[in-house]
T-cell receptor, first 111, second 114 residues
């Protein structure tokens, strides 16, 4: 299957700081999604972004499919942004919806 | 979006017993999946739940240990059989409607096996 690598594995920020999370993948993909897992374990979809750039409030994401990477930007971070951020991809030719997950980035935002 | 519920939300079980987890979606979906998330780890796909037929299991997962049913387009169950402490995990179901659709996850079932 496709290899998905995320960096950094851990990130500690002060409230108000900006951050960039990276996701590299090993093969062509049909789609790429970013998820946030909150401290209670709920996975929330942030972006469905197989290519291009999207923005949603303080969050934005860019995927460069030809170079097999995606970036998630968090601006003016808040304590509620804490949790684990996962990148997941669906490979070309894979079963519809079959996602390969990275190991995640654990983000901690201090007040 | 899709609204997904899972039952139970958490359970503590004795080794050697079995637990059935239910996943209910508020509307018909094309694909349903079951994932396991061991403590501090990422998500691992257990199987694709196929409507009206046997599930498709990933390498390392077998039907005898994780029997799955999907009787219709909105409901699926996962059973964790003959449990051991190594089965302590969060089990999540997810759904997708079609191509170019976001995948949605249920709230998860936290299982502790003593």
């Amino acid at each position: 299957g496709i290899q998905v690598e995320q960096s950094p594995p851990d990130l500690i920020l002060q409230e108000g700081a900006n951050s960039t999370l990276r996701c590299n993948f090993s093969d062509s993909v049909n789609n790429l999604q970013w998820f946030h897992q909150n401290p209670w374990g709920q996975l929330i979809n942030l972006f469905y972004i197989p290519s291009g750039t999207k923005q949603n409030g303080r969050l934005s994401a860019t995927t460069v499919a030809t170079e097999r990477y995606s970036l998630l930007y968090i601006s003016s971070s808040q304590t509620t942004d804490s949790g684990v951020y996962f990148c997941a991809v669906e490979g070309r030719g894979s079963t519809l919806g079959r996602l390969y997950f990275g190991r995640g980035t654990q983000l901690t935002v201090w007040p | 979006s899709a609204v997904i519920s899972q039952k139970p939300s958490r359970d503590i079980c004795q080794r050697g017993t079995s637990l059935t987890i239910q996943c209910q979606v508020d509307s018909q979906v094309t694909m349903m999946f079951w994932y396991r998330q061991q403590p501090g780890q990422s998500l691992t796909l257990i199987a694709t739940a196929n409507q009206g037929s046997e599930a498709t299991y990933e390498s390392g997962f077998v039907i005898d240990k994780f029997p799955i049913s999907r009787p219709n387009l909105t409901f699926s169950t996962l059973t964790v059989s003959n449990m051991s402490p190594e089965d302590s995990s969060i089990y999540l179901c997810s759904v997708v409607r079609g191509h170019t659709d976001t995948q949605y996850f249920g709230p998860g079932t936290r299982l502790t096996v003593l």
